[in-house]
């Protein structure tokens, strides 16, 4: 009897291998074919409905009582507007918004981007109800005439961008103004286009529409790697996480590269092998498990090297909601690269025309063995995330082989350097250098606190200042940036990054101490007192040439201000409000380059500085640096180790 025991489980076993099987290729027929809901015919994962509970995510479960899908965070619904799965592009609205910019009692909603992450044109729209202001204020966005108004005191409002529109530059209101005197507030997701025509036209019918437009979602990178390999995107209840099924099964990654052919053939090896039970069954078996081990080493290999062929740069899938462009087109738009704008070490800078009629700026990199295209990841996956008035748009990118070039806005005036070099006679004055000043300082802000990922920029300086034909700053040239999580600002640098003149002392020496977005701050500093000293070059002059070499730049502008005298820093005959503005950009340049990186302000507090009355500033202590005896070619070329650091903040878009 007992002899039977080990047949019975031989038996069990071949034919519960075939069973699993089809219960897997059925999760995928069932998870891959879209559903309907209200007036949306073609919903797929992360959405779902009673009976494909496998295949969303939990927390976007589809109410389809009306005619519409909608989908419920924290009691606040959205209506689903768009699913298109190829783009992929999903559009979303606020239910309770739509037609009605004054619901009764609006909350606010936390939005599960890690599963939906914002598309690169989705910023947040905030509407600020029953404010109490002294005075109708109209120039950051609009006034609303609700009707839950309960005098003539109060007052709604809604605000564009959390007010970083250039609307604002001349508000002496801040974010927390609005917070303090207004009884709630309510942010948004909107759609950019429509937050412009917003911000160019603002009326109550043009936010109605921004409202209802809603905004743009894509997948988040798990699901977009599945759907890419063939599979399709579901939810493994029992390990609470994403799964991809496959025709050969589920994975947690992507699927393999097995052929419909190949699992025919296992079913059809599989009934061989039950015949032939009573042939040689033990025989059999050492013939299937071999056969497994083979098939699973052949299938791990020819799916490493398809991953490597079809996919030569994999850091790049995150950037797929971005528009990607062949070099042929590159050459199309730049008219075979017929009218250069800029040139430096990274490449060169081409005026380009987009088949739209819009005027673009096309950088085309140098091939680089070293780097392996490290900096151009970097540049298009900084500039990817962002989306702010003081940071220049990135349009598209091309990645062909080793052609990489990158598409974004063109600025008239082009960059800062060019108003403030020795070599031009070009004149700016100090109301639009402060202006130019504090829009770099909100591009930065919004870098280090206003992404959702920190971006320390590294290389502050002139000519990565761009300047729009009304002078408006916009950061550019994001090819040393790091990313980092916003309570991990620790930074492990192996090589000095930036130019020299700019670079934060802490990124020559640890002495001074860790390397940080603070970094960034020593660099604006440089930036500012460099504005300041250029705009009287011929006092500038003056003084270089009657100090020695070893006299560090700011310090004789610190012992001026000891001394109540910043005469060699401006020119003569100016008023005094350009006075009080040149004072104020030099103590706010002084704090920023504080040896110390715990000693200089954060970029937020800055652009308060900026904002705020020359009263309000004390002067700071003097930086005390330790020069390197080196000189500054050798400095530039600088690398240490810093030992017991982890690298918080190294990029990973893959």
């Known amino acids: 009897m007992n002899s039977l025991f080990p047949s019975i489980r031989i038996i069990w076993f071949l034919f519960m291998i075939p069973s699993c099987v089809f219960s897997a290729n059925d999760l995928y027929k069932h998870c891959s074919q879209p559903f309907q809901c209200g007036d949306q015919r073609s919903?797929?994962?992360?959405?779902?409905?009673?009976?494909?509970?496998?295949?969303?995510?939990?927390?976007?479960?589809?109410?389809?009582?009306?005619?519409?899908?909608?989908?419920?965070?924290?009691?606040?619904?959205?209506?689903?507007?768009?699913?298109?799965?190829?783009?992929?592009?999903?559009?979303?609205?606020?239910?309770?918004?739509?037609?009605?910019?004054c619901p009764h009692a609006p909350l606010n909603v936390s939005f599960e981007d890690n599963v939906l992450p914002f598309g690169p044109n989705t910023d947040l729209l905030t509407i600020y109800y029953e404010c109490n202001f002294s005075r109708e204020v109209y120039t950051f966005g609009g006034m609303l005439g609700c009707p839950s108004d309960k005098s003539d005191h109060k007052r709604n409002y809604y605000v564009t961008?959390?007010?970083?529109?250039?609307?604002?530059?001349?508000?002496?209101?801040?974010?927390?103004?609005?917070?303090?005197?207004?009884?709630?507030?309510?942010?948004?997701?909107?759609?950019?286009?429509?937050?412009?025509?917003?911000?160019?036209?603002?009326?109550?019918?043009?936010?109605?529409?921004?409202?209802?437009?809603?905004?743009?979602?894509?997948?988040?990178?798990e699901c977009l790697m599945c759907r890419g390999s063939g599979g399709a995107c579901g939810f493994n209840q029992s390990s609470n996480g994403f799964i991809c099924y496959c025709l050969d099964g589920t994975r947690k990654g992507t699927c393999g590269s097995r052929k419909k052919g190949k699992t025919f053939l296992a079913y059809i090896v599989l009934v061989l092998l039950c015949l032939c039970l009573a042939v040689g069954v033990t025989l059999f078996l050492i013939l299937v498990l071999t056969l497994l081990v083979l098939r699973r080493k052949r299938s791990h290999d020819l799916g490493r090297e398809n991953h490597k062929t079809l996919n030569p740069q994999p850091k790049l899938k995150a950037l797929i909601p971005l528009k990607q462009y062949s070099y042929v087109q590159v050459k199309k738009i730049t008219k075979s690269f017929a009218e250069q704008v800029g040139k430096g070490g990274f490449g060169t800078v081409y005026k380009g025309t987009l088949g739209d009629g819009r005027m673009v700026a096309v950088k085309v990199l140098k091939d680089s063995k070293d780097n392996d295209g490290g900096d151009f990841i970097n540049e298009v996956a900084s500039m990817s995330q962002t989306s702010h008035v003081n940071i220049v748009t990135l349009l598209g990118f091309c990645s062909e082989g080793s052609k990489r070039a990158i598409i974004y806005e063109f600025l008239e005036n082009g960059s800062l350097d060019k108003f403030i070099s020795d070599q031009t006679s070009m004149d700016i004055d100090w109301t639009t250098l402060s202006r130019i000043a504090l829009g770099v300082a909100r591009g930065l802000e919004y870098l280090h606190h206003g992404c959702k990922t920190r971006i320390v920029h590294f290389d502050i300086k002139p000519q990565n200042v761009l300047l729009d034909d009304n002078f408006v700053p916009k950061v550019s040239d994001f090819g040393l940036a790091k990313l980092c999580e916003k309570k991990e600002s620790i930074l492990s640098m192996l090589d000095t990054r930036g130019t020299v003149g700019y670079i934060a002392?802490?990124?020559?020496?640890?002495?001074?101490?860790?390397?940080?977005?603070?970094?960034?701050?020593?660099?604006?500093?440089?930036?500012?007192?460099?504005?300041?000293?250029?705009?009287?070059?011929?006092?500038?002059?003056?003084?270089?040439?009657?100090?020695?070499?070893?006299?560090?730049?700011?310090?004789?502008?610190?012992?001026?201000?000891?001394?109540?005298?910043?005469?060699?820093?401006?020119?003569d005959g100016i008023g005094i409000e350009e006075e009080e503005l040149a004072k104020k950009m030099t103590l706010v340049g002084l704090w920023c380059i504080q040896s110390s990186p715990s000693d200089r302000p954060a970029m937020n507090r800055v652009v308060e500085m900026m904002e705020g009355n020359l009263d309000a500033l004390d002067v700071p202590p003097r930086p005390v640096f330790q020069i390197p005896s080196m000189s500054f070619e050798e400095s530039s070329t600088l690398s240490e180790d810093i030992s017991g650091s982890t690298d918080l903040c190294s990029i990973n878009v893959a």
């Open 43 to 101: 919903l797929l994962y992360p959405f779902w409905i009673p009976g494909r509970e496998d295949c969303g995510h939990p927390k976007f479960k589809l109410d389809c009582n009306t005619s519409f899908a909608e989908v419920s965070f924290s009691s606040v619904k959205f209506r689903i507007l768009d699913a298109d799965y190829i783009t992929p592009k999903i559009r979303l609205a606020r239910s309770d918004f739509i037609s009605n910019v």
């Open 161 to 221: 961008r959390n007010l970083s529109s250039p609307l604002l530059q001349g508000i002496s209101s801040s974010l927390n103004d609005f917070k303090r005197f207004c009884a709630r507030n309510v942010s948004i997701p909107a759609s950019g286009p429509s937050l412009n025509t917003l911000q160019t036209s603002p009326s109550a019918e043009n936010l109605e529409k921004a409202l209802e437009n809603g905004f743009e979602l894509g997948l988040n990178q």
């Open 505 to 571: 002392p802490e990124l020559f020496s640890r002495m001074y101490g860790r390397v940080s977005h603070k970094s960034d701050v020593y660099s604006y500093g440089m930036l500012v007192l460099e504005m300041i000293g250029a705009r009287n070059k011929e006092k500038a002059a003056q003084t270089s040439a009657s100090n020695t070499s070893s006299i560090y730049f700011p310090e004789w502008i610190y012992k001026d201000l000891e001394k109540g005298d910043i005469g060699r820093l401006i020119e």
